[in-house]
């Protein structure tokens, strides 16, 4: 069940609704299946992904101008309400891109974008590390510069598509007297680049490639320094700005899969001898779900349209997006586990999946936590510039 009434809302242009319409067709016939093979899974979405076109929502072709924000979004929303590993392929294929996008060179864009856009190549984002996740500032790779390029030392973990990627975007400390989030810099690094290695494989409990990675003596050429040295941090927060609404939107893509899985449990399941839709607990329900998931979905919209429409940052909306949605979605699911009752735990349901599902997206891209402190330093800032 797919509600596509939220569409007429005027954050959208006519272009989003047939983008919409025309992807749930799509993924509902095209998508390849969910195998064991987690890693063969992920590049086969890709190849798929990008013959159809889609990835170039995520990896603008050259001169198309910035990413469309609100198609982002919808694409990871419906690709979430299908299956979670196709929104996983689509959103690393972006974010693994997207600061190369923003602020690469012409060369760099046109070497290493093109085979991650038709899906032949995988791309990874390394900014989180053993001690340094949320907080930045605590970021501890180093950056040591040669003759002709950079050395860098350091390990980067929880780098999704870690061990698959073609290459990764690495942030580094370039300047060894900085401290917190200055002296930052950026790098492509080529997965067979000699220093680089995968130092192991992480299992979560939504199968998805994730991995650590060590960089020992790993040397890369000056031409393969993202924007101006020193200011990784600003390109960091810029290529997160782009899609932290569009985490909230996966989540609402799993919110409304359980939703709809819900509403059809609860009408088909007897129950006292009538459907358990003539419960009113279970209505009462029903309605906190819907409401949830039509909140996050105002949120996400109004982070993405400030993006698109008014061409600016978008810092507070996309973190009030992301922590909302994230916590709505998974309190929706539970509910809808909760409506299933004992099958709702039972391997292979989609309720269950969901659930494993939705739990990563309240942490990574900043935890919710996080979000908050975001959202109060916005406000307070702000507080503090108008007069009394």
């Not at 979405?45 to 603008?60: D, E, K, S, Y």
């Not at 008014?310 to 507070?316: K, L, V």
Request: net charge neutral; with cysteine; proline share 4%.
């Amino acid at each position: 069940m797919a509600d596509k009434t939220y569409l007429g809302w005027p954050f959208f242009e006519e272009r989003h609704r047939r983008l919409a319409a025309e992807l749930d067709a799509w993924a509902g016939s095209s998508l390849p299946h969910e195998t064991e093979d987690v890693d063969g899974t992920c590049r086969a979405i890709a190849r798929a992904l990008g013959q159809a076109g889609w990835l170039r929502h995520a990896v603008p072709e050259e001169g198309a101008g910035p990413i469309d924000v609100r198609s982002l979004c919808l694409i990871r929303e419906t690709l979430a309400r299908h299956l979670g590993l196709a929104d996983f392929v689509f959103a690393m294929q972006g974010l693994g891109t997207v600061t190369i996008s923003l602020f690469g060179t012409e060369a760099q864009r046109a070497r290493f974008l093109p085979p991650v856009r038709s899906g032949e190549r995988l791309a990874a984002f390394a900014l989180s590390e053993p001690d340094a996740g949320s907080d930045v500032a605590a970021m501890t790779t180093r950056a040591s510069k040669l003759d002709g390029g950079w050395r860098l030392d350091g390990t980067k973990t929880w780098i999704s598509n870690g061990g698959i990627a073609g290459h990764y975007v690495v942030f580094a400390r370039s300047d060894p007297d900085s401290t917190g989030t200055a002296g930052l810099s950026a790098f492509i690094v080529e997965a067979d680049t000699p220093g680089l290695v995968i130092a192991e494989r992480i299992e979560v409990i939504a199968p998805h490639p994730l991995a650590t990675l060590v960089f020992a003596d790993c040397r890369v050429p000056d031409s393969n320094m993202l924007g101006e040295g020193g200011k990784g941090f600003k390109l960091a927060m810029a290529t997160l700005d782009v899609f932290r609404p569009s985490v909230g939107a996966a989540a609402l893509g799993f919110a409304r899969r359980a939703f709809g899985e819900a509403m059809d449990r609860a009408r088909a399941r007897m129950l006292y001898g009538a459907p358990m839709a003539q419960l009113q607990l279970v209505q009462a329900k029903l309605a906190e779900m819907a409401t949830a998931i039509d909140a996050s979905a105002l949120l996400v919209y109004r982070a993405a349209w400030s993006r698109d429409v008014e061409q600016r940052r978008i810092t507070r909306e996309a973190a009030m997006a992301k922590l909302y949605a994230t916590e709505a979605a998974q309190r929706v699911i539970d509910d809808a586990v909760q409506i299933f009752g004992g099958l709702g735990v039972t391997r292979g349901v989609k309720v269950e999946e969901l659930y494993r599902e939705i739990r990563a997206l309240r942490i990574y891209e900043g935890a919710s936590e996080v979000q908050k402190l975001i959202i109060a330093r916005q406000d307070l800032d702000h507080a503090m510039k108008e007069p009394r």
